[in-house]
């Protein structure tokens, strides 16, 4: 089993920066990617970050490319979310996730974070 926890978010205005972190505990050797998704009031859930465990390779979607940075450090088993030109589209709950395995081509994310909420005032 693996363990989530998050911290960071809040209430901000359009153009301010806010870091989302999500540290990890548990069977932290089996984790293969984390992601960082959000779910925005009546919208459907969405991923908008992940990386790669060993590679540090990394996907964004398009509406936060060269805004939002993902990062990890695997010694503290944490990765975050450099949150920048922040939108008042960007407000959303933000779970961050973990994946062991990959079922049917997509990365699995079994373990999920309590998520944190993410407020742009405009």
């Known amino acids: 089993q693996v363990q989530l926890v998050q911290s960071g978010g809040g209430l901000v205005q359009a153009g301010d920066s806010l870091r989302l972190s999500c540290t990890a505990s548990?069977?932290?050797?089996?984790?293969?990617?984390m992601g960082w998704f959000r779910r925005a009031p009546e919208k459907e859930r969405e991923i908008v970050s992940a990386?790669?465990?060993?590679?540090?390779?990394?996907v964004y979607t398009d509406s936060v490319k060269g805004r939002f940075t993902i990062s990890m450090d695997n010694a503290k088993n944490t990765v975050y979310l450099q949150m920048n030109s922040l939108k008042p589209e960007d407000t959303a709950v933000y779970y961050c996730?973990?994946?062991?395995?990959?079922?049917?081509?997509?990365?699995?994310?079994?373990?999920w974070g309590q998520g944190t909420q993410v407020t742009v005032s405009s």
């Open positions: 548990g069977r932290t050797f089996s984790i293969l990617r």
């Open positions: 996730a973990a994946a062991e395995g990959v079922v049917d081509g997509r990365y699995d994310y079994k373990y």
């Open positions: 990386i790669s465990r060993y590679s540090s390779a990394t």
